[in-house]
């Protein structure tokens, strides 16, 4: 090739496809190929936005300072507040994965991750020039002794999805015992995206482990629950000498001031969460009663979507995303997760989560 020539490796990294957004031909699209919030914003987040539109011409706050302020007083580690100054926010938890890659690993380091955890883990790590390990899952499920067993002199960071793109997750129980056969100076990163959603009492986002060691990050996001996914909105909790260097990595301003403003309206409209986990409650437990009655086998989900598994020569997986596809439907093949045979369903409005189950209907004949 002419010009300037990238680094080894770089034009070997496969660039990310997000879900659909359109289908031609139907004038109503219902998109659940993106697990976004099926009730969309808090109303008060949009307002917060809207209040800065004659505010464009100037900077935003460099340190987010609000934001992380905000960020900490909703939630806890246990009964204690989160300390504003182990936070860093920043453009999704997509730039804080990218920020821990480039910030602890290199050229021959490894970074792990499980083999159907968050695909921008494997991006990340090969962004920096480390080599990513995927990590054999039990039961769509990170193995913790699977992840023990690899980690090696060259593991820099190992990166755990909890819960994990295939709706599953580890007990608290057994994310303390991860973290407790990890050396030291190998980092922990548990992404915990989509833990609004979870209602299960054995499990916990990370912070816990967090307060307690100095190699353990979390992360998280607005764009799923909080329904600000266009925001580009993620924090991280993190210890001292961790969110040290990562000040140092981020860029100067690189959350925008609208989407501070939201952040904040956000995370304090507690009451809009708990509908947004009400109705995401009832309908994926709808959602999955009626996929067993169809037939369909799905792994067992606490987030905000399904995996449904289609297995069969002529009802296959690509064929279940065409037909849903013809009826205005928009899902999410699992292909880059290794999982060609699973089709990812977000949980959507009642009427758009009925109108999956009648298009399958029709699919199954």
């Not at 997509?94 to 602890?104: Q, T």
């Not at 039990?138 to 755990?160: I, Q």
């Not at 994310?175 to 992404?191: K, M």
Request: glycine share 10%; proline share 5%; with cysteine.
């Amino acid at each position: 090739m002419s010009g300037p020539i990238p680094r080894a490796g770089v034009l070997e990294i496969p660039m990310y496809v997000p879900g659909r957004s359109r289908v031609d031909g139907h004038d109503r699209v219902i998109k659940l190929s993106s697990n976004e919030s099926a009730l969309g914003s808090s109303e008060h987040a949009v307002a917060a936005y809207r209040e800065l539109a004659d505010q464009l011409h100037r900077y935003p706050d460099g340190g987010a300072v609000e934001l992380r302020e905000a960020i900490a007083r909703v939630h806890r580690d246990g009964g204690n507040r989160l300390d504003a100054d182990n936070i860093v926010c920043g453009e999704g938890s997509d730039e804080i994965i990218h920020l821990l890659a480039a910030a602890y690993a290199g050229s021959g380091d490894e970074i792990l991750h499980t083999a159907h955890g968050f695909v921008m883990y494997r991006l990340a790590a090969q962004g920096v020039g480390a080599e990513p390990v995927s990590v054999p899952e039990r039961d769509w499920t990170p193995d913790v002794d699977a992840l023990l067993a690899r980690v090696g002199d060259r593991t820099r960071v190992v990166f755990v999805s909890n819960p994990n793109p295939t709706g599953t997750y580890l007990p608290h129980n057994e994310l303390a015992r991860l973290h407790a056969g990890i050396p030291e100076n190998v980092l922990l990163v548990i992404d915990a995206a989509y833990a609004e959603y979870v209602t299960r009492e054995d499990y916990a986002s990370g912070v816990e482990l967090v307060g307690a060691a100095d190699n353990v990050v979390m992360t998280r996001t607005f764009s799923k629950a909080y329904g600000l996914a266009g925001l580009r909105l993620g924090w991280c909790y993190g210890p001292a000498d961790v969110i040290g260097v990562l000040n140092r990595l981020r860029g100067p301003f690189n959350v925008t001031a609208p989407a501070q403003a939201a952040g904040v309206a956000a995370v304090e409209d507690t009451a809009f969460i708990e509908r947004a986990r009400q109705h995401n409650t009832t309908w994926i437990g709808w959602l999955q009663n009626e996929l067993e009655q169809l037939g369909l086998q799905h792994i067992p989900s606490v987030t905000n979507f399904v995996c449904v598994e289609f297995r069969d020569q002529k009802k296959t997986a690509a064929a279940a995303i065409d037909h849903m596809m013809g009826d205005g439907i928009l899902v999410r093949d699992m292909n880059a997760y290794g999982l060609p045979d699973h089709v990812r369903i977000t949980i959507g409005l009642e009427d758009e989560t009925r109108a999956v189950v009648e298009s399958l209907e029709r699919f199954l004949g």
